[in-house]
T-cell receptor, first 116, second 112 residues
Framework: AQSVTQLDSQVPVFEEAPVELRCNYS??????LFWYVQYPNQGLQLLLK??????LVKGINGFEAEFNKSQTSFHLRKPSVHISDTAEYFC??????????????FGPGTSLSVIP | DAGVTQSPTHLIKTRGQQVTLRCSPK?????VSWYQQALGQGPQFIFQ???????QRGNFPDRFSGHQFPNYSSELNVNALLLGDSALYLC???????????FGPGTRLTVL
């Protein structure tokens, strides 16, 4: 069965500093990978996704993520964070199938706090 | 174009009661999924509806049931509420074969 690990439950970072949020997954087959962001009292918003091809994926709000098959990782990065990036970030995986996609498995989330 | 909408925003119930949550998907989306997000945790998949049928189901008891209507809107029903059912219930819709989803703002359910 697939699983997702986000090793850091909380990440404080100063404004304009770079940040990396770590995500590792467990699966014996290929999966699709996603990062979602959840602002306080809101639903989740898709940041970016990796399906295949180039291992470096660019998303919205200046975020990017790199897929590493050998390390089964999909870490999220941003070179310079803003106060508005303060939110909960979730890594997620899907096992694609021929007729439909399987259920989405979310990680426990990483709380990013940007310090002025 | 309205995104995914959910109603009500907040709901307070007592143990043993039943609740119905509603979701309207993003325009043009035919697949609706429901998630339970407990405080401080990631969303947990409950089930997914497509063409008015339950297509996938997570590890939730039969107390959790759902329905999808011909206009693709959906309901989540929970019977015999327990204190542990207190959570944010998220609805998501998709028309993307990759599984990327659009989420609604959620319904906050509190069971007393």
């Amino acid at each position: 069965a697939q699983s997702v690990t986000q090793l850091d439950s909380q990440v404080p970072v100063f404004e304009e500093a770079p940040v990396e949020l770590r995500c590792n997954y467990s699966s014996s087959v290929s999966v699709y990978l996603f990062w979602y962001v959840q602002y306080p009292n809101q639903g989740l918003q898709l940041l970016l996704k990796y399906l295949s091809g180039s291992t470096l994926v660019k998303g919205i709000n200046g975020f990017e993520a790199e897929f590493n098959k050998s390390q089964t990782s999909f870490h999220l990065r941003k070179p310079s964070v803003h106060i508005s990036d303060t939110a909960e970030y979730f890594c997620a995986v899907i096992l694609p199938s021929q007729t439909s996609y399987d259920k989405v498995i979310f990680g426990p989330g990483t709380s990013l706090s940007v310090i002025p | 174009d309205a995104g995914v909408t959910q109603s009500p925003t907040h709901l307070i119930k007592t143990r043993g009661q039943q609740v119905t949550l509603r979701c309207s998907p993003k325009s043009g989306h035919d697949t609706v999924s429901w998630y339970q997000q407990a405080l401080g945790q990631g969303p947990q998949f409950i089930f997914q509806y497509y063409e008015e049928e339950e297509r996938q189901r997570g590890n939730f008891p039969d107390r959790f049931s759902g329905h999808q209507f011909p206009n693709y809107s959906s309901e989540l029903n929970v019977n015999a509420l327990l204190l542990g059912d207190s959570a944010l219930y998220l609805c998501a819709s998709s028309d993307d074969p990759s599984g990327a989803q659009y989420f609604g703002p959620g319904t906050r359910l509190t069971v007393l």
